[in-house]
């Protein structure tokens, strides 16, 4: 399968840790993005890369947040000093520049206690 | 800001019924308009996308949808729903050459179809 992929797709964390997230695109879709999903609702924009580029954060992206593209490929979303209201479905997108079809990977579910 | 919105948030429907979920947005410029559906334990798949010309599109499954610009709606529609379409549907714009291609949803409407 050549698709989105992301690792892990559930995390369980106590409050005040920190988590890592990992969205690995379609090979060559340049630009990548996440979104967060809370219970009855759609997705919600926090962030998109264009290559290593981080060209926007959602204000939704307090300074807990922070994600990265070193390469270009792979991208990292961490989670510090989680709170409950972290809780959601961080899912991953990626498309080619200029397509505005994004691919939507499964997501990683977070629950913090 | 740009919004989406979704009329329903649960629709029940028997099989072959027909079926058409609503979708308006705020915007005053040139969109692209798009659904998505997340069947059951699977993510979420591009069910068909607007971005010019025949304000009517077809998609998989069977599925369309009707751009009117006057009205900033993009309604999906299926003429005869089955048991499989039970799904979550999400409707999602962008604005096209800036913002970067973020797509914006509504919250969603949950689908189900009783056999």
């Known amino acids: 399968d050549t698709g989105v992929s992301q690792d892990p797709r559930h995390k369980i964390t106590k409050r005040g840790q920190n988590v890592t997230f990992r969205c690995d695109p379609i090979?060559?879709?340049?630009?990548l993005y996440w979104y967060r999903q809370t219970l009855g609702q759609g997705p919600e924009f926090l962030t998109y890369?264009?290559?290593?580029?981080?060209?926007?954060k959602s204000r939704l992206l307090s300074d807990r947040f922070s994600a990265e593209r070193p390469k270009g490929s792979f991208s990292t979303l961490e989670i510090q000093r989680t709170e409950q209201g972290d809780s959601a479905m961080y899912l991953c997108?990626?498309?080619?520049?200029?397509?505005?079809?994004?691919?939507f990977g499964p997501g990683t579910r977070l629950t913090v206690l | 800001a740009q919004s989406v919105s979704q009329h329903n948030h649960h629709v029940i429907l028997s099989e072959a019924a027909s079926l058409e979920l609503g979708c308006n947005y705020s915007?005053?410029?040139?969109?692209?308009l798009f659904w998505y559906v997340q069947y059951p334990g699977q993510h979420l798949q591009l069910l068909l996308k607007?971005?010019?010309?025949?304000?009517l599109v077809k998609g998989i499954k069977g599925f369309e949808a009707e751009f009117i610009k006057s009205k900033f709606s993009f309604n999906l529609r299926k003429p005869s729903v089955q048991w499989s379409d039970t799904a979550e549907y999400f409707c999602?714009?962008?604005?096209?050459?800036?913002?970067?291609?973020?797509?914006?949803f509504g919250q969603g409407t949950e689908l189900s179809v009783k056999p």
């Open positions: 090979s060559e879709h340049n630009r």
């Open positions: 999602a714009v962008n604005i096209p050459y800036n913002q970067g291609g973020k797509l914006i």
């Open positions: 890369f264009q290559n290593e580029a981080q060209l926007e």
């Open positions: 915007y005053g410029g040139t969109v692209n």
């Open positions: 997108a990626s498309s080619l520049e200029g397509d505005s079809v994004q691919f």
């Open positions: 607007y971005f010019s010309g025949d304000p």
